[in-house]
Nanobody, 121 residues
């Protein structure tokens, strides 16, 4: 099986920074795209940022210029550096990965358990 374990959430004041990490482990042949999503209370889960295995990135307009996604392929880990945080960034942040488990090219989607990010005004 495969597990995604997130870390790095917490409480921070507006204008502050946090860095989220998500490590994938288990039966992994290779990892395709990885990403971060978030869900605020009463709202639908939304995309924050994604990164391909080659390093191409995509960001939600609301976080462009403030958040940076990166990955370490050797460690099967994706990061989200969040700067200039705003109260509206408060949400549970989820890691997502599309993983090839064997030499057969078939991708499985996995989610982390979520980590709370709270930004106080």
């Amino acid at each position: 099986q495969v597990q995604l374990v997130e870390s790095g959430g917490g409480l921070v004041q507006a204008g502050g920074s946090l860095r989220l990490s998500c490590a994938a482990s288990g039966s992994i042949f290779s990892i395709n795209a990885m990403g971060w999503y978030r869900q605020a209370p009463g709202k639908q889960r939304e995309l924050v940022a994604t990164i391909t295995s080659g390093g191409s990135t995509n960001y939600a307009d609301s976080v462009k210029g403030r958040f940076t996604i990166s990955r370490d392929n050797a460690k099967n880990t994706v990061y989200l550096q969040m700067n200039s945080l705003k109260p509206e960034d408060t949400a549970v942040y989820y890691c997502n990965a599309n993983i090839q488990r064997t030499w057969i090219y078939r991708l499985y989607e996995y989610w982390g358990q979520g980590t709370q990010v709270t930004v106080s005004s």
